[in-house]
């Protein structure tokens, strides 16, 4: 079974930092484009970010600067590591590759 499962999310000040994964499983991911997306009660799901096979990486205006995503093939594990967070980076976020979505992980940025 091909899946996506994403984890480290949590409750953070205002400021503090967080690292989510997404781990894949069933199928290697290495030569597929991996993305982040988020996505808030009500509203549309959008892209926070991604990175290719290659490790090129593009982010949303909103994050670019303040977010980073990596990956270790070897692992087949993709990361978003999320710095100077503030409340409206509170989301749900999710994995994607290849049409495989993982099931979310909360961040809530409050103090």
């Known amino acids: 079974q091909v899946q996506l499962v994403e984890s480290g999310g949590g409750l953070v000040q205002p400021g503090g930092s967080l690292r989510l994964s997404c781990t894949a499983s069933?199928?290697?991911?290495?030569?597929?484009?991996m993305g982040w997306y988020r996505q808030a009660p009500g509203k549309q799901r959008e892209l926070v970010g991604f990175i290719t096979s290659g490790g090129f990486t593009n982010y949303a205006d909103s994050v670019r600067g303040r977010l980073t995503i990596s990956r270790d093939n070897a692992k087949n594990t993709m990361y978003l590591q999320m710095n100077s967070l503030k409340p409206e980076d509170t989301d749900v976020y999710y994995c994607n590759s290849a049409d495989v979505w993982g099931q979310g992980t909360l961040v809530t940025v409050s103090s």
């Open positions: 069933g199928r290697t991911f290495s030569s597929y484009v």
